[in-house]
Each structure stands twice: as structure tokens, then as C-alpha cells.
């Protein structure tokens, strides 16, 4: 079955600290890989895509994210975390032909001054 | 400005009594979804259309109808509500199928307490 996890459901990082995010799927083809942000009250935004091509994909606010296919993985990382990063991130793999996401359980941030 | 908007973005309400939770897009996207929101277990889709009068279920249903009439509107409806239907739901729209289908843009959400 398809499925999307994240295995670190809170990350407290320093201000000006490198971030890393894990997320792991499982997906039998070639999956379309997302990453999400929500901030406190808000609704999501697409911070990323990865559909074929370069697996380094860069997206807003300084983020980027890698997908290795050896280990189904799709970690997100920034090098310098602000605090206004302080959010949920939810990472996310586009199933089938009904355009359903299958969502992670969320990683919540916490950056510390 | 292009937008997915939903209403109402809070509601208490009591068991059993109906409700429909409304969403509205303005970029003629052909593919409407709603999702719940619950802790640890991220986001799950409830109900998705793919175009005016096609609707399917998602992966929890249960509870829950929908219908799209209009291209722009895909309204959610609970017809006796219960306290596990307490969640924060997200309507999403997308242009259609294919690489860009997955490329969805949420609702602000609405927060729903059912007591």
C-alpha cells in the first residue's frame, strides 16, 4: 500500500542552524513527491515538487529537497533556518490517476532564538 | 488573485444536526478534494471530483457527501454529524489529471467541533 512517513514528529533547531526534515515513502512507480508547509492557523502551502528529472529540487523560502530512489526517500533541508520557519511540514506522494495525495503524519518545527 | 475559499472557517455544532461546509474555487480547476485533518495522522482525503457531476470517495468517506453542480463549488456535507467528525477539513482544488493534478492549492481550512 501507498503510504508516506515521517518518522520525526518534533524538531527543535537553533536560529541560523542547518535543518533536515526525513520522509520516507512507499510507492510502487515513479512517485510524484510534494512538501507542505502550514503555519499556526493557516492552510497549506507547496513549498516543493519533485515529478522526474534532477532529484535536488529547490523551492520557496530557501528550501530544498532530495529524492533517492534507493532509499525511497525525500528529505528537506535548508541551511540556515529562520524563525519564521516555525511550522507543521507535511511531506506528500501523489497516488494513482485520481490525483489523491497521500500524506505524511507531519513534522512540526520549533526554532529556537 | 487566484484562490480556494471555504466557509465557515470555524463551527461548534451538536450531534445530528446537518451541516455542509462550503468550498469555492476561481481558477476553472476541473479537480476538487477534501481532506480531513487530525494529529498524527496528517491529511486524508475524504471526497474527490474530477469535473461537474463526478464524484468519488476518498479514503474515509464514511459520514460524509458531497456534490458539484458548479465547476467552482464542491460543498461538504454532513448529514447527522458525530463527535469523531471533530477535525479541521481542507478543500484543495487542481487543474486536472496527469503531473499537474498533484499540484493542488488548499483552503484556509475550517475547524470543526461537533458536540
Known amino acids: 500500500a501507498q503510504s508516506v512517513t515521517q518518522p520525526d514528529i518534533h524538531i527543535t533547531v537553533s536560529e541560523g542552524a542547518s535543518l533536515e526534515l526525513r520522509c520516507n515513502y512507499s510507492?510502487?512507480?515513479?512517485?510524484?513527491l510534494f512538501w507542505y508547509v502550514q503555519s499556526p492557523g493557516q492552510g497549506l502551502q507547496l513549498l516543493l515538487k519533485y515529478f522526474s528529472g534532477d532529484t535536488l529540487v529547490q523551492g520557496i523560502k530557501g528550501f530544498e529537497a532530495e529524492f533517492k530512489r534507493s532509499q525511497s526517500s525525500f528529505n528537506l533541508r535548508k541551511p540556515s533556518v529562520h524563525w519564521s520557519d516555525a511550522a507543521e511540514y507535511f511531506c506528500?506522494?501523489?497516488?494513482?490517476?485520481?490525483?489523491?495525495?497521500?500524506f505524511g503524519q507531519g513534522t512540526t518545527l520549533q526554532v529556537k532564538p | 488573485e487566484a484562490q480556494v475559499t471555504q466557509n465557515p472557517r470555524y463551527l461548534i455544532t451538536v450531534t445530528g444536526k446537518k451541516l455542509t461546509v462550503t468550498c469555492s474555487q476561481n481558477?476553472?480547476?476541473?479537480?476538487m478534494s477534501w481532506y480531513r485533518q487530525d494529529p498524527g495522522l496528517g491529511l486524508r482525503q475524504i471526497y474527490y471530483s474530477m469535473n461537474v457531476e463526478v464524484t468519488d470517495k476518498g479514503d474515509v468517506p464514511e459520514g460524509y457527501k458531497v456534490s458539484r453542480k458548479e465547476k467552482r463549488n464542491f460543498p461538504l456535507i454532513l448529514e447527522s454529524p458525530s463527535p469523531n467528525q471533530t477535525s479541521l477539513y481542507f478543500c484543495?482544488?487542481?487543474?486536472?489529471?496527469?503531473?499537474?493534478?498533484?499540484?493542488?492549492?488548499f483552503g484556509p481550512g475550517t475547524r470543526l467541533t461537533v458536540t
Open positions: 484543495a482544488s487542481t487543474k486536472g489529471l496527469g503531473q499537474g493534478a498533484y499540484e493542488q492549492y
Open positions: 481558477m476553472n480547476h476541473e479537480y
Open positions: 510507492y510502487g512507480a515513479t512517485p510524484y
Open positions: 506528500a506522494v501523489g497516488a494513482s490517476n485520481t490525483g489523491k495525495l497521500i
